[in-house]
């Protein structure tokens, strides 16, 4: 983006339209302040007349013509990826007789995707953005058994989750198909980056990552980050060895789930809200429909 309303603004689909965000790219160019109705932007009638009019028009082709660049930047990695994903899936976690429910193909992922220019733009930004298909209804037990018995590290062991965090270990039978859900996150081996909030407590720096986050941006879920430890472990190069991710998962006692790699295996911990800690780090990603 070249004009510096828009470049300075994280804008959220949910909240404001493509014509409002012009409006408002407009206004911060021109430092006028709009009265009227937004939602009829380009049509209504302001105070800035023609001139205004002509800027705001302007704008949302800028802006189209970025969102349509930008994300097909993000579907040429995910072409890119795709088979991974699906592969990963199929040899790691289900059974050999069982199939997707829909066979996922590019023009199906980025429909379940439905990507807006700030989607793709934060995606592009990651340091190793990374396609995964999370099977949310799979039984957690399932994914843990995968990662062991797909070891790739000198001296690892199973992996390990606090019981308190109440995901049953013990593996279960699914039949027939498989549900998936597409997401693209952070996949890089640590997030060195400092978290702005680090050495507060616990409950507070993800109170404080939720409020600075648009609301399509998650912390990882336990079943995506097991996929990305996954790809880590397979390359001989765990994630979160220097510090541990903050899950989105809910927990019971008012634990906070994590994920890391401690003492030579996997680990979902769940840590107490009241903690100071500088090593929690917050691992994003952006997650589509469900594919049912």
């Known amino acids: 983006m070249t004009y510096e309303g828009l470049e300075k603004r994280t804008l959220d689909r949910e909240t404001l339209s493509l014509d409002q965000q012009a409006v408002r790219a407009a206004e911060h160019r021109f430092k006028w302040q709009l009265p009227g109705n937004y939602d009829e932007i380009p049509n209504a009638q302001f105070g800035g007349g023609a001139e205004m009019k002509e800027a705001v028009q302007k704008i949302l082709e800028e802006v189209k013509v970025n969102e349509a660049t930008e994300v097909t930047e993000v579907s040429k990695l995910v072409e890119k990826q795709l088979s991974g994903a699906v592969d990963l899936v199929q040899t790691k976690l289900i059974k050999p007789d069982m199939e997707f429910n829909q066979k996922p193909d590019l023009a199906l992922v980025m429909k379940l995707m439905n990507l807006t220019l700030e989607q793709a733009q934060v995606i592009l930004k990651m340091q190793n953005p990374r396609l995964e298909l999370a099977l949310e209804d799979m039984p957690f037990a399932n994914y843990c058994t995968a990662i062991d018995v797909n070891k790739n590290v000198s001296g690892q062991i199973n992996t390990y989750v606090n019981p308190d965090l109440n995901w049953c270990r013990r593996s279960a039978q699914q039949e027939g198909q498989v549900t998936w859900t597409p ?110």
């Open 183 to 292: 997401c693209i996150g952070e996949s890089s081996q640590e997030i060195e980056e400092k978290n702005p909030w680090a050495g507060q407590r616990l409950d507070r720096q993800v109170a404080n990552w939720d409020q600075s986050r648009p609301i399509w941006l998650q912390s990882q879920s336990r079943e995506s980050y097991v996929l990305r430890q996954m790809r880590g472990i397979a390359s001989g190069n765990p994630l979160d060895q220097k510090f541990w991710s903050v899950l989105r998962d809910l927990t019971q006692n008012k634990l906070i789930a994590g994920g890391g790699w401690r003492y030579d295996r996997v680990g979902f911990y769940g840590v107490f809200q009241y903690v100071h800690t500088r090593f929690a780090r917050f691992r994003a990603e952006v997650v589509g429909e469900k594919c049912t």
